[in-house]
């Protein structure tokens, strides 16, 4: 059983177009986390739900939207994708809030052309 | 702000070398630290972690030694192997209301083992 799983694992699309990516986790957890790697392999937080609850909105352009329907799911929505955009974005899964090891999913690699 | 220093990479040694991989951190507070590593193709798996100073957090091999007057948590193995070929990840996760659920990454270290 995958802890903590995306889908797709990849996803070519052109600029301009709307996309999201699914994370699911059945760990039990209560904080989940999107991540962006850049190509130079550079992760960086972008957001942190809390049993539902956004905690952590870091500097991300508002094309990105992420929504958590419940404490398993959180998903990222990004609206007029860019070529910057291009990334691979990993979903993390934590116990609780607070100093806890994170659990990641297998990454969604986005490719924007 | 938080941040983690890694020994730039990449780094090539033959199987059975002794691996060092040198990190170093500023956080403004009480830190937890972890390495994460990552194979080609995959997502991050967490390798192993330390919570206070003087703490060894060991796994597979790999040890790494919290040690708050150097601010440092090198990572090391005695015997590589070709399978332990990846990317390593030093990381930590500071206290704080936001913060504290935040990993902050250093840059990676690329490591190949060749037979």
């Known amino acids: 059983d995958t802890a903590v799983s995306q889908t797709p694992k990849y996803l070519v699309t052109q600029m301009g177009n709307d996309k999201s990516i699914k994370c699911e986790q059945n760990l039990g957890h209560d904080t989940m986390y999107w991540y962006k790697q850049d190509s130079k392999k550079f992760l960086k937080i972008m957001f942190s739900y809390n049993n539902k609850e956004l905690i952590i909105n870091e500097t991300v352009p508002n094309r990105f939207s992420p929504k958590s329907p419940d404490k398993a799911h959180l998903n990222l929505h990004i609206n007029s994708l860019e070529l910057g955009d291009s990334a691979v974005y990993f979903c993390a899964s934590s116990q609780a809030f607070g100093r806890y090891e994170q659990y990641f999913g297998p990454g969604t690699r986005l490719t924007v052309t | 702000g938080d941040s983690v220093t890694q020994m730039e990479g990449p780094v090539t040694l033959s199987e059975e070398a002794f691996l060092t991989i040198n990190c170093t951190y500023t956080a403004t507070g009480y830190p937890s630290l972890f390495w994460y590593v990552q194979y080609p193709g995959e997502g991050l798996q967490l390798l192993l972690k330390?919570?206070?100073?003087?703490d060894k957090g060991s796994n597979k091999g790999f040890e790494a030694t919290y040690r708050k007057e150097t601010t440092s948590f090198h990572l090391e193995k005695g015997s590589v192997q070709v399978s332990d070929s990846a990317v390593y990840f030093c990381a930590l996760s500071d206290r704080g209301e936001t913060s504290g659920s935040r990993l902050t990454f250093g840059e990676g270290t690329q490591l190949t083992v060749n037979p």
């Open positions: 330390a919570t206070k100073a003087d």
